[in-house]
């Protein structure tokens, strides 16, 4: 059994030239002398599901935050937005993204408990 591996690369730097956000890249084989891209034979398409050789070999992805335009209108924008702005605002529904935001607030709220009965402990010596 042969799984589809994915490489996802999140860079936030200015890698390469080009105006998009999200690239995506595969590996082709290619006959150095015939220029021919590299098949499975029908026996091995059946068992593999896959045409080319380079369909069993990882997708590449390379997700380039800094060149976000800040308007997410796909899942996955939503996820560069939250990459590029560590917020993650109540109208985003892209999977995985719901749980970060709970997981944040509950995080937030007990710090804030903590911060505001030091607060009150010393306000109250005080008095004292």
Same mark, same amino acid.
């Given at each position: 059994?042969?799984?589809?591996?994915?490489?996802?690369?999140?860079?936030? %730097?200015?890698? $390469?030239? $080009?105006?998009?956000?999200?690239? /995506?890249?595969?590996?082709?084989?290619?006959?150095?002398?015939?220029?021919?891209?590299?098949?499975?034979?029908?026996?091995?398409?059946?068992?593999?599901?896959?045409?080319?050789?380079?369909?069993?070999?990882?997708?590449?992805?390379?997700?380039?935050?800094?060149?976000?335009?800040?308007?997410?209108?796909?899942?996955?924008?939503?996820?560069?937005? %939250?990459?590029?702005?560590?917020?993650?605002?109540?109208?985003? /529904?892209?999977?995985?993204?719901?749980?970060?935001?709970?997981? $944040?607030?509950?995080?937030?709220?007990?710090?804030?408990?903590?911060?505001?009965?030091?607060?009150?402990?010393?306000?109250?010596?005080?008095?004292?």
């Amino acid at each position: 059994r042969v799984k589809k591996l994915y490489s996802i690369n999140i860079v936030y %730097f200015d890698l $390469g030239q $080009g105006e998009d956000y999200i690239y /995506h890249g595969n590996t082709v084989f290619r006959g150095l002398h015939k220029n021919d891209v590299l098949q499975l034979s029908k026996r091995q398409q059946e068992q593999f599901t896959y045409k080319n050789v380079g369909d069993l070999f990882p997708e590449y992805y390379i997700l380039r935050v800094d060149g976000f335009d800040a308007k997410a209108v796909t899942p996955l924008d939503e996820w560069i937005s %939250f990459l590029k702005t560590g917020e993650i605002p109540d109208n985003f /529904h892209a999977k995985g993204l719901a749980e970060g935001r709970a997981k $944040g607030k509950a995080e937030g709220r007990a710090e804030g408990l903590k911060e505001g009965e030091e607060k009150g402990l010393k306000k109250g010596k005080t008095v004292l």
